[in-house]
């Protein structure tokens, strides 16, 4: 089983950075794969950035370049630093993991076995 527990949400400004927190416990063969999703209010949930365990990365076309999706293996953390914030970037942030059994697989998809409770990031304008 695998507990997943989010931080570091807030309001910010546009044009502002947040870094939120994804800390990990239990099986690391089933969280060898770990994302970052956002909920905004009436729409789905989305993938924002994956990450896998040998610390390959994949990010959505509208996050490029402003988020990074990091980890820190002695801390079972993974990390989403978000930088050049938007207004439409407000939403519940989700970590989720799985297992996958090759870092192709750990790029896209919302098919996630493990969820964390969520972490609110608001962007005012």
């Known amino acids: 089983w695998v507990q997943l527990v989010e931080s570091g949400g807030g309001s910010v400004q546009a044009g502002g950075s947040l870094t939120l927190s994804c800390a990990a416990s239990g099986s690391a063969y089933d969280r060898n794969c770990v994302a970052w999703f956002r909920q905004a209010p009436g729409k789905e949930r989305e993938g924002v950035g994956y990450i896998y365990e040998d610390g390959s990365t994949y990010y959505a076309d509208a996050e490029k370049g402003r988020f990074t999706i990091s980890q820190d293996n002695a801390k079972n953390t993974v990390y989403l630093q978000m930088n050049s914030l938007k207004p439409e970037d407000t939403g519940m942030y989700y970590c989720?993991?799985?297992?996958?059994?090759?870092?192709?697989?750990?790029?896209?998809?919302?098919?996630?076995?493990?969820w964390g409770q969520g972490t609110q990031v608001t962007v005012s304008s």
């Open positions: 989720a993991a799985r297992h996958a059994l090759y870092s192709i697989w750990c790029r896209g998809g919302n098919d996630f076995r493990f």
